[in-house]
């Protein structure tokens, strides 16, 4: 079966640090990935996604990028925290764009 | 562009009660809908989705929904309710063509009490 990993689980860092946060998936190969961030314990905003290695597409302009180093992870990165990006953030996997999306566990940062 | 509407911000039901929680949608073409809960802390567990075919869909935990193309609603139902599926629930929706992503509503917060 699948499984996707996501850490750290929480995140506590000053304004003007650096990000990085990874995201795994097991048990599959070859999918598509997402990173969404989730304010204030409600609405979803998608910022990458990505259909193969080096294959990333950004939703909305922003502080974050994101990489795919390896065909089965997803790295969400910063050089400079703001405290706008503060949040949960949801990574989450699909096997083709068409199918049904399955998230992890998410990751909570705090900027101060 | 692909949206969705969740009109209810919470829903409140008694156990052992039917519950609906609504959704409704707006996108190019034939949809592709899908429900999601989401747990305190946690990520999106998902429930259901409605690609083709039969219009009342089944999933897990017992819920279903009904889509209605003429009403573009896609509802989510239980007959009866748990305490335990007080959650955050989330309607999603795709088209064929265009964004590889989901485009997610606002969220239901459900509340069943004992």
């Known amino acids: 079966s699948q499984t996707i990993h996501q850490w750290p689980a929480t995140l506590v860092q000053p304004v003007g640090s650096p990000l990085s946060l990874e995201c795994t998936v097991e048990?599959?190969?070859?999918?598509?990935l997402y990173w969404y961030r989730q304010a204030a314990g409600r609405g979803l905003q998608l910022l990458f996604y990505?259909?193969?290695?080096?294959?990333i597409s950004s939703e909305v302009p922003q502080n974050l990028s994101a990489s795919r180093p390896q065909d089965r992870q997803f790295i969400l990165s910063s050089k400079k925290l703001l405290l706008s990006d503060s949040g949960f953030y949801l990574c989450a996997w699909s096997k083709g764009t068409y199918n049904e999306q399955f998230f992890g566990p998410g990751t909570r940062l705090t900027v101060l | 562009a692909q949206s969705v509407a969740q009109p209810e911000d919470q829903v409140n039901v008694a156990e052992g009660n039917p519950l609906t929680v609504k959704c409704t949608y707006s996108?190019?073409?034939?949809?592709?809908l899908f429900w999601y809960v989401q747990y305190p802390n946690r990520g999106l567990q998902f429930l259901l989705k409605y690609i083709t075919g039969d219009n009342l869909v089944k999933g897990s935990y017992g819920f279903e929904a009904e889509f209605n193309k003429s009403q573009t609603s896609f509802h989510l139902k239980k007959p009866s309710a748990l305490v335990s599926d007080s959650a955050l629930y989330f309607c999603a929706v795709r088209d064929y063509t265009g964004r590889r992503a989901l485009t997610f509503g606002s969220g239901t917060r459900l509340q069943v009490q004992p």
């Open positions: 996108v190019s073409g034939n949809p592709y």
């Open positions: 048990g599959t190969s070859n999918p598509n």
């Open positions: 990505s259909v193969g290695i080096g294959q």
